[in-house]
């Protein structure tokens, strides 16, 4: 009888390994460093974890609602305490979320309030011929004024939705954005009525007529996904605002077959916005900085999706998605572009593309990336998209990765780069790892990253579950 139990602990030890061995091949997540090694056989990078600077957990979210449908969920604190907002939404059109609901919790995501519709999406908000979509899109404490506050983005769209943004791929813009600010001093229980930013004369937002030409036409911005509280008591939020411009012959040649997306002879740049609080007034006072662009050549849709960081010292690191659309990617490579502020945001250096600090430049598909400072270790670290080979406009929009900044190079450290998520066995080659919330869980200090993986399902890119994704640093 001992041999024979002897035997079975045995077996049993020995399966329990198979499992844990069949199950690490299978989840590749576990926080993977590039390595500076280089494979004979493929000439690509080799992977390891030797050097990965967080362990990364993936989980399943929320599961797509069906065929052709995502789940988009967005999280966020409200105030400086453990209050959580939750949104959920579903998209089955490029950009165009449906059915938003959000829910609340108290106690850092341990007990929760039931779900409540809210109206945000083209699906429920239309006024005749015009469409219009809202969406929070930054949120953040603000020390200095002890308030929460919020930026909420408005697109207008002049005509459906969807048939608006195709005439947009043709250069061809029918729909206008603008964003505005709201705040709270209660942890987001109760909100002041929205004021819209402006950085010019016009109307502001007639809700009898939202296609007003006075206002449709002025203050038009596409807004950054963070606010950022500085060291000085001010906060920062860039912004997408057009600009005049005019082509050199040359470049008209390159750009020839390149839409004005912004409108004829302007281009898409970006300025940011500072708030200071006034206790006074009860409200923000604001400037806003001489906005900085690029050439077409170099950026064919103008630089978007901005980001901007405080680094050690108090410069100031704002980082720009571009795109090389209907350019060669070898000879005008997608890039991430950067300009640095020493004197607070008054002025800003020449855009130049982000680079490692070796000095080596990288490829980026058109994509936004976070900056994010860690409480646990003090430093701050990047995540975003780097391509292992040209980026040809949009994509490829994998691997995810992230990185520490080193602040006095104002670089990546390349030895810090690691995989969070990356093309997986059976998904398809238009899988998107690039859209997604942040935070940093303010019990555990682990970063929460939720991101839809658009195209992880073949048949329909739409078909996508929203997951979280772990980060626990070393």
């Not at 060669?328 to 950067?338: S, T």
Request: charged residues 25%.
């Amino acid at each position: 009888m001992a041999s024979r139990s002897g035997r079975l602990i045995v077996w049993f030890l020995y399966t329990l390994l198979v499992i844990a061995v069949f199950f690490c091949l299978l989840s590749p997540l576990a926080g993977t460093a590039v390595s500076r090694e280089t494979s004979a056989q493929t000439g690509e990078k080799v992977i390891t974890e030797a050097e990965a600077i967080c362990d990364v957990k993936r989980e399943t979210c929320v599961p797509s609602p069906g065929p052709g449908v995502a789940s988009i969920v967005s999280m966020t604190y409200l105030g400086k305490g453990l209050r959580l907002r939750e949104t959920r939404a579903h998209e089955a059109k490029s950009d165009l979320g449906e059915k938003y609901r959000v829910r609340y919790s108290e106690n850092n995501g341990r007990t929760w309030s039931a779900w409540a519709p809210v109206a945000l999406g083209t699906d429920t908000l239309r006024q005749n011929d015009t469409y219009m979509e809202e969406s929070p899109f930054a949120i953040a404490y603000d020390p200095a004024a002890d308030r929460t506050i919020e930026v909420l983005f408005r697109r207008i769209f002049l005509g459906e939705p969807s048939a608006v943004l195709a005439a947009f791929w043709r250069g061809e813009r029918r729909f206008a954005d603008h964003c505005s600010y709201r705040f709270s001093k209660n942890d987001g229980r109760t909100w002041t009525e929205p004021r819209q930013l402006v950085y010019e004369g016009g109307s502001v937002f007639n809700p009898k007529n939202w296609a007003d030409p006075d206002f449709f036409q002025a203050n038009q911005m596409y807004g950054s996904y963070d606010i950022t509280p500085l060291s000085d008591g001010r906060i920062a939020y860039p912004a997408v605002v057009s600009v005049p411009y005019r082509e050199e012959e040359e470049e008209r040649k390159i750009c020839a077959k390149v839409p004005w997306y912004a409108g004829k002879d302007r281009v898409e740049g970006v300025g940011c916005f500072f708030g200071k609080w006034n206790p006074r007034e009860n409200d923000y006072d604001w400037t806003f900085s001489k906005p900085v662009f690029v050439p077409r050549k170099v950026s064919t849709r103008g630089l978007e999706e901005p980001t901007v960081t405080e680094l050690r010292g108090g410069k100031l690191l704002l980082e720009m998605r571009g795109s090389n659309v209907y350019l060669d990617p070898v000879l005008f490579p997608g890039r991430k572009w950067i300009s640095v502020s020493a004197d607070g945001g008054k002025t800003w250096s020449a855009v130049v593309d982000f680079r490692y600090d070796t000095g080596e430049p990288f490829y980026a598909p058109a994509t936004f990336a976070k900056f994010i400072r860690s409480r646990r270790t003090s430093k701050l670290y990047w995540i975003g998209n780097i391509s292992r080979s040209p980026a040809e406009g949009n994509g490829p929009r994998y691997p995810l990765y992230i990185a520490e900044v080193d602040e006095q190079k104002v670089a990546l450290m390349k030895k810090t780069l690691t995989v969070i998520d990356d093309l997986q066995p059976g998904d398809t080659k238009d899988l998107q790892l690039s859209n997604f919330t942040l935070l940093e869980n303010r019990v555990t200090l682990d970063f929460e990253i939720y991101l839809s993986r658009f195209g992880e399902k073949p048949g329909n890119i739409f078909s996508a579950n929203a997951y979280r994704y772990l980060l626990r640093l070393k």
